[in-house]
């Protein structure tokens, strides 16, 4: 499933327009620097936490000594932030079903 299809199925349940349906996904979904709910909330630095379903956080990578695979030459693989999610019990276990 896409947004798209997201959005189409958002607007049948809800009995809303396609077009704010997909507004809506946007405003919660989006990834562009200053939009989007959760990514804004991830840049921040905060949690997002759905209860049934799930949260969304981020992780610290720390740097380290890596090698290239094709020469056998040592790198530094630089420290890094990530993006997790973590499925809640309740989704972990419908999807188990």
């Known amino acids: 499933m896409n947004k798209a299809e ?10 809303i327009s396609q077009a704010k349906a997909a507004e809506i996904v946007a405003t919660i979904f989006e ?10 909330e991830l840049d921040g630095g905060r ?17 380290r000594k890596g090698r290239n695979p094709a020469t056998g030459e040592e790198i530094y693989i630089e420290a890094k932030k ?10 972990k276990d419908r999807v188990a079903d």
């Open 6 to 15: 997201l959005a189409e199925k958002l607007a049948k349940k809800c009995d």
């Open 31 to 40: 990834t562009k620097p200053g939009h989007g709910i959760i990514a804004t």
């Open 47 to 63: 949690k997002v936490q759905l209860a049934g379903f799930g949260s969304f956080g981020t992780k610290s990578r720390a740097g």
């Open 82 to 91: 990530y993006a997790y999610f973590k499925p809640a019990k309740g989704l």
